[in-house]
Every structure is written in C-alpha cells, then in structure tokens.
C-alpha cells in the first residue's frame, strides 16, 4: 500500500471515528432527559379490577409461582405467567431499572425483600397499590399490612408475601454443645469454619447483635445507625472478617460449604436447613432469644406494568389462606396471612407452628425486617448511614 | 428493446458519473467502502468503551439511586485514596500475574514436547487432551475444583489416605490461583506451541556445531524464539484473569474480591454504574500498558 494510499485511509478513519463518537455522545445527551421520575404524585388508584390481559410477567424468587399453585390461577383467570428467577435482591433491582426503569414495560410485578423494596419505591420503578381490592389483606398480621419495607407515608407500594427469620445454623458433629446466641458469630473459637451471606444488609446483623450486646451504643433500630454506631458495628464486621471461612452470594453456596465440611456455623435461611437436613447433614437451626434480623417479601406493581389486571389478580390469588399455605411449604418460609395455619397443618402436620405462624404478635417485635437504610430516619436527626455508605463499608470489610 | 433501453440510459450516465467521482476521489470511494464495517466496529468496540469512560465522570444521587449527569472526579478521587479499592486492583493485578507466571511455567514443557519430541499421533492426542476442557463450561469446571478442594472433597481424602493432614485449601487465595492457573492453561499452551514449532531444525543443528549444549541451546536459540509465543500466551492468561468475577465469587474466600466483584456489586447492590465504570478503566489501562509492552516483546508476530 502507497504513503498517499494509507493517508487517505487515515483521513477517512478518522472522520468516520469522529462521526461515531459524536453520535455516542448525541445517545448519552439524550438519555439524559428521560431519567428523573415522580413518586408519589397524586394517586390514581384503580378502583375495580377489570379483565384479565391475558399474560403476567413476574420477576419472582425460584418458586415464587411454582406450578403447583399458579396452574390453578392461569386456568382461572387466564393469565399466563411468564416467569425471570432471580439470584439476589440487586439482580431484581437491576432486571426492574432495565429498559428505561418502572419494569421497562416489560414486567408487572417483583417479588422484592425488604433490601430492595424501598430503593424500588425511591426509584421510581413502582406504583401504588389499592389493597382495597385484595379481601385477605385485612386477614394479614398487622406488621404486614403496612410494614416500614413497602409502605412510606401510608401509600402502599405492594401486597407483603411471605417472611422468613435469618437463622443461626450450625453442625452438630462440629460444634459441642451447641449454640444459641449470636455472639457464636464473633467468637475467636469458630475461627475458619463461619460462613455469613456476602451482602451490605449483613451490617445490620452485627447491628442487630450489639444492640443487646452493647446497650450503652443507644441502637434502637439496627437498619438505622448514626455515624458512631455504625462505626462500632463496622469494627465488629472488621473482626469477624478473620473468622469467616467464606461469605456465601447464593445461599446454596453457603449450602455447600456445610454440606462439604468447610463451614461449621452460619448465618443462612430456613429453606437451607431443610435442605441439608434432607439430605442427612447433622445442622440444627436456632434462633436465639433475642430474635433475629428476617427478610419479607412484597409483591410489587412494575410503574409501567404492562398487565395491570393480572398483577392485580395474581395479588389477591397469592393472599388468600390455602396458597399462602401451599408457597410457604414449598418454600421454606411464614404465611403473612394467619388463617394459612389449618391449611399449613393439612400439608404437613405441625407445619404452622414449625414456621411460627400461631406466634402472639409480640413475637413480630422481636424480628426486625430487612428494610433499605436511608439518611432519612425516624428518630428525625436524619442523621443515619445510607445505603451507599453501608454498600462501602461492606466492600472495605469483605475486599 | 427500444423501450426498456429509453429508462436505462440516464441511469447509466449517472452510474458513469458517479465512478467517475468516485476515481478522481479516491478518498470518498474508501470511506464509502470502509463505512460500515468502520461504523459498526466503533459503535460495538470503541462506542461502549467511550460510553464508560464519560459515565465515570457522574455521580449516583444517594437516596434514588439513579445516576446524576453532573462531571466529577470524585469516583477516581475515592479509588486512588480509598485503601480498600487499592488493595482489590493490586490483588487482581498480582492474581493475574501470578497465574501467567505458572501457565508459562507449566506450559513450556508441555509445548516443547508436542512440537518437537512427540510423533504425529501422540501429538494429535495431546492436543485434543489440551483442548478437551474447553468442550466444557467454564463453570463446570470451577464447581468440580470446588467440590475436590473441599474439607470434605477428593484432595483431602486423598492426603488422609496416605497419611497427610488437610490440605485446607478451600474458599481461599490459593484455591482462586490453582483453579486460574487450571482454566486458563490451554491458552498459554497453544501459543508456546505455534512459536516452538516454527524454529527450524537447523537452528539446533548450528547451535549443536558450534559447541553448544543442550542448556547454553536451550537459553540462546530456543528460549530467545519462543519469547513472543510466550508474550503472546501470557497477554491471554492476563487479561482473563484481570478480568473474571466468577472463580473469587464460587471458590474465594474472606478476602478475595476482584475488581470484577467490586464492579459487580456497585452496579447490583445501589446501581452506582459511575464508581463501577470508574473502576473498569483501571484493568483497561492494565492491559494498555501490558500491550504496549508485550508488543515490544514481539508478541504480535506470533499470534
């Protein structure tokens, strides 16, 4: 190729280039303008529910519409469920910010725990609900009819689900005689075999411990921390870090590691401890007298849903007593619906109090729910850690 | 014949002219040539690289989470002063080093034996060997170490058998750079093996009448030729590890996050993509230099 050949060719690329990068520019320029969303202005809540549209597409935890109850609900509404599994709360998040955010018209509802549930609200990636139109709602254990994690200022942004505590779990042929407290979590004696979930809302575990542990901090709520007790919580994150074996993403990692012998002690969800448990690993679960930190799960309206009616339909469906029954012992996890108990009990018998359903409702107080922290807080300082910084302070614990 | 000729001329005349134009131009002609292909390969490539980098000038606005198109530079100004963003680049740095380090190491032996020892047919079976696991999922394969370096896994059975105590290996630094070093072998295989292959008998020959032993050969004739097949393997085993996020996430440990998980995680948990594109650039400006300095090496001759 000759000198003037490559010149030409030079010319020519970088007017193509130019072109190119002033076209990417020209894209970023414009998605600016479509960012920023209104929350709460003026609701307009849909009074009635019409028709079914014919489909209902849900980003839901695996089983979350396990066939065994949702045929049923597709025959009769005629709504049929086109279902995304999620791995964790930020892929929910991520999969609802998709395409322009509010579901991106794509997905009418989310199954969002509370550590996801009020970045949604925040976002503006969901709208208010009427639970006028769902009947069991006024069934629900009061906690749940309007909990801290999907409802602000009295609008309600979903229908609560199910809940579940996060447990203290342990190996019976490695840790004699057991344990029930979370201070095991911190102790130096369990060095190498712990095993907590690799997840900022994990602060407010440690949070949760000092609470009891260390009065004089003045932790009321372990989701909200001022800069000095989450300071103190972080150093205790610090220490434990010498102790973890392993910070499980999936909690069938965490599964894993006390299936095969590398963690001993944990903190893990109930459905784990079925699992292990059926398949002959020696754990035993407890949750210790002070309570427990817990996750709820809130059926959430996608802001630009595009099945109103069936999200609506598949909401009052999932409420009443005999499903709620039914996902919670496929699951693993507790009604928020009380009259599930006698259905609980037919499946499996015990069932219902196994999973603490006929608890007196001062047992609620003694579970505190994954919420999203803010800046904002109750105590009116608002002067708490947000997200962001919890987010930090978690990569600078488990980096 | 007449009548369909009558349209056909003008349309001839403009086709004339426009070669015409386009011979006396030859610029327009390579640009209207080179267009799309160019277009297309600056909007995939250059266009998302150019997309991240402007994005790590925004900022997340803290209680929405969504991203605030304001320029600034604190993204960068955390990450240099932030001690734990420095710690998790010069990890991810020093896993992907260490890794090239022993696929070179592991691998020459292998090479130098296919290329110039074996016959045809074993070498025809190495190489499948070789390839083998790249038939699998790479996932696959991570979950299989992770089920043998378990407490309960195959190694240790095996060490408790003759007599040895734990290897305890699992969810630790060492698992990640045994089960890179495993993935990413075949890539630094291949690349020793094109070089080793290409040096003439001759060479040996010449080396071998001059005096030379199989060391002082070894260090001045075939180590010297199979350097850029070397720089070549390693710019593969480099910037996959740089650039992983699954083995830390299934087989690391406390302690163990790449700049992938932390990318990962920015983006996940509150949606910051700034501070994560912020972070992206530091592998990118790795393997700048790694390339620049691999290209000196002769790498690219032996691709």
Known sequence: MS??????????????????????AAGCGSSKSSSGGSTTNGLNLPSSIGKGEGALNLIEWPYYSDPSFAKKFETQTGCKIHRKDAGSSNEMVALMRGGGGGGGGQWDL??????????????GDVQPVNVKLIPSWNDFIPTFKGPAHNTVSGVHYGVSLQWGPNVLLYRTDKVKPGVNDWAALYDSKYKGQITIPNNPIQIADAAFYLMHAKPELGIKDPYELNKEQFDATVALLKQQR???????????????????????????????TLALQAKNVPVKEVIPSDGATGWADTWMLAKKAPHPN?????????????????????FGETPVN??????????????????????????????????TPTAHCNQGKNDCMDYNAWQKAWTEITG | MSELAQPGAPLRSARLRLSAALWRRPWLKVTLLLALPAIAFLLVYLGALVALFISAFWQVDAFTGKVVHVWTTENFHSLIHDQVYRRIALRTIGMAAAVTVTDAVLAFPLAFFMARVAPPRMRTLLFVLVLLPLWTSYLVRIYSWRLILAKNGALNWLLNGIGLPDAGLAYTNKAMWIVFSY???????????????????????????????????????????????IVAGSIFTFSLTLGDFITPLLVGGAGSS???????????????????????????????????????????EAL
């Not at chain 2, 072998?185 to 040996?204: K, T, V």
């Not at chain 2, 030379?212 to 180590?223: D, H, N």
């Not at chain 2, 998980?261 to 790795?286: C, D, K, M, R, S």
């Open chain 1, 3 to 24: 000198k003037h050949h490559k010149r030409v060719l030079g010319w020519g690329a970088a007017a193509l280039a130019i072109g190119a990068l002033a076209f990417v």
């Open chain 1, 110 to 123: 989310v199954s969002a725990s509370g550590d996801a549930s009020l970045r949604l609200i925040a976002g």
């Open chain 1, 242 to 272: 010498k102790l973890v074996k392993l910070y499980w993403n999936y909690d069938t990692d965490g599964r894993a590691a006390f299936a095969n012998g590398d963690a001993a002690l944990g903190a893990i969800w109930p459905v784990d």
């Open chain 1, 310 to 330: 069936c999200a609506y339909l598949w909401m009052k469906y999932v409420s009443t007593p005999q499903v709620q029954a039914k996902q919670a012992l496929v």
């Open chain 2, 258 to 300: 790449f700049i992938g998980n932390v990318v990962e995680n920015f983006i996940g948990v509150n949606g910051n993509i700034p501070f994560a594109a912020a972070f992206a650039t530091v592998p990118l400006i790795v393997m700048a230099v790694y390339l620049v300095i691999a290209k000196r090496l002769g790498a690219f």
């Open chain 1, 338 to 371: 009380p009259h599930a108990c006698p259905f609980m009990n037919q499946i499996q018998a015990g069932s219902c109090a196994k999973y603490h359903l006929n608890e007196p409702s001062s047992y609620y107080d003694t579970i505190k729910f994954w919420k």
């Open chain 2, 183 to 229: 993935v990413w072998l075949p890539f630094m295989i291949l690349p020793i093996y094109a070089s080793l292959e290409r040096i003439p008998d001759s060479y040996l020959e010449a080396s071998a009448d001059l005096g030379g032993r199989g060391w002082r050969t070894f260090r001045s004739v075939i180590l010297p030729l199979a350097l850029p097949g």
